[in-house]
């Protein structure tokens, strides 16, 4: 039997890797345009950090984490996202410390959740993220926001959604937790066995459910935003203040929770509203987080971020029909004519390379009308023509593919020669 990859991940081939390289440049362009930097942590960390971090309770933490026993009896888990990871090295560096503050940070890489693969949820997915740490004031979770959208709009997506809520502080979600818990007590037995054990421990988690969406008690759960105590109301309208003062956009629904634990204040996740996008509309969410840096050991530092799967980008991407310039071509191919002339190809390949022009040869020994065929195939502007005359006067002829103008050029000139152009 052959052995294909493991369900829920995939292999990037060549046509895919050009459109994700073109992707990712165009990120972290945005990350130096916005001044965030890239920190790079490992894929697999302690569980502990998630178990803490991303929250008990969590389906993530409770169904969906890689998690193994390494060689020396730790238990480690593959990172399910990267807020965790981060907070982490921001508390084990003391980046707090560091004069420039906020700290703002950007990564990219791969997350691992075990859950049921349908189009645009992958056990392997890859997301790019910022985390802006050691600012507690609206005008950075705008920010988060206004890149959160750009990285959408940079690449020339159009119909974008922006949902904010308010989860509140501490005081304010107590007060909701509360008032959650006495709603769901009369219809607990109705709930999932989830949602019942969940209940008293993490009633936000109920409004989650993936299983009793539909429940009645759900549509008249209490609203998050009729709990918020004054301060953490006015912080909600500070941060639409400011994402009005940028033009951006927004929707609030109160009903949007996340599925992380640590959030407070701001959460937001950006929707494609693209005919034909899908199930899964979300295409990206975050949020701040004023308990985390804390919990993981670290001083009460809040911080707000979000990530994107560049999976979900890509599949707003198909559904908008924006296609990725991405030019594949080369600018010279050079063809041999006999054995000899062999040799002088690898040589000016070689020389054309060092001086940054994209060349290929024929590695099949192939005959001149097949070399021809491929240079066309490859895109290429240029052709370098040699064969043993040539090679005896130190010359090559030099074909413009597009015009079809045609040179007697030095060899030693060659590059200069094809970045000139003619
Ligand atoms: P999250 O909502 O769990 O948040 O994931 C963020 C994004 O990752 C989702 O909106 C989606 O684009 C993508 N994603 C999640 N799971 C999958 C999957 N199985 N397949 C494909 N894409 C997926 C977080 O991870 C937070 N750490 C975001 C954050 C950063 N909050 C504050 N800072």
Known sequence: MNIHVPRGTEDLLPEATKKWQVIEEKLNHLAQIYNYKEIRTPIFERTELFQRGVGDTTDIVQKEMYTFEDRGGRSLTLRPEGTASVA???????????????????????????????????????QFGIEAIGSAKPAIDAEVMAFAMDCYQALGLKSLKLVINSL???DSREAHRNALIEHFKPVKDDLCQDCQSRLEKNPLRLLDCKVDRDHEAMKTAPSILDYLNEESSTY???????????????????????GLDYYTHTAFEIMSEAEGFGAITTLSGGGRYSGLIEEIGGPDISGIG????????????????????????????????GDEAKYTSSNIVNQLRKEGVKADQDYLDKKVKGQFKAADRLGATYAVIIGEEEIANGVANVKNLKTGDQKTVEIKHIPKEIKTGF
């Open 88 to 126: 982490r090295a921001y508390v084990q560096h003391k980046i707090h410390g560091s004069p420039e503050q906020p700290t703002k940070l950007y990564y990219i890489g791969p997350m691992f959740r075990y859950e049921r693969p349908q189009q645009g949820r992958t056990r392997q997915f890859t």
């Open 168 to 170: 509140g502080d501490k």
């Open 306 to 337: 979000f990530a994107l799967s560049i999976e979900r980008l890509l599949m707003a991407l198909d559904a908008e029909g924006v296609q990725l310039d991405q030019d594949e071509s080369i600018d010279c191919y050079v063809i041999a004519i």
């Open 236 to 258: 909600f309208e500070q941060v639409k203040k400011h994402l009005d003062a940028m033009g951006i956009a927004y929707v609030v629904d109160e009903t949007l929770v996340r």
